[in-house]
């Protein structure tokens, strides 16, 4: 059986005619049967948000689709896809890390332990004051 045939939009398809027909297809015919039902299958989205929006006299519609993407990437897409997430993950572990060195500073203010006499980042000073 060949790839095509086990696609499920192929599938549904050909299971809605008879079984001599389905028989006769070609690769190269369920190939543009595939791209051909691909042009107008949407499937479904997480988001799927469409509308029109009435400018002057023109009418303009607009569609918002997102979910998880299902399609094989490219080379260039991989690289792109890779740095992006290493990016947020970076950004993510900052930020974490940062929140942790804030925390542990006002824990060590709020004991009272100075590691340096008579010096301070006045953080403390403002914490308290959005308390108050």
Known sequence: MSKLLRDPAIRSLLNRMPNNVQNTFTDEQLTHLKVAIGARQWGDHAVDFRGVAKVLKYRYYFVVLMGRNRRELSGKEKKISAIIQTCLISLFTFFIVIFLLLTIYL?????????????????????KGLLK
Not at 107 to 127: C, Q, R, T
């Open 107 to 127: 824990v060590k203010s709020a004991l009272g332990i100075d590691l340096f006499e008579d010096y301070s980042l006045g953080v403390w000073s403002w914490f």
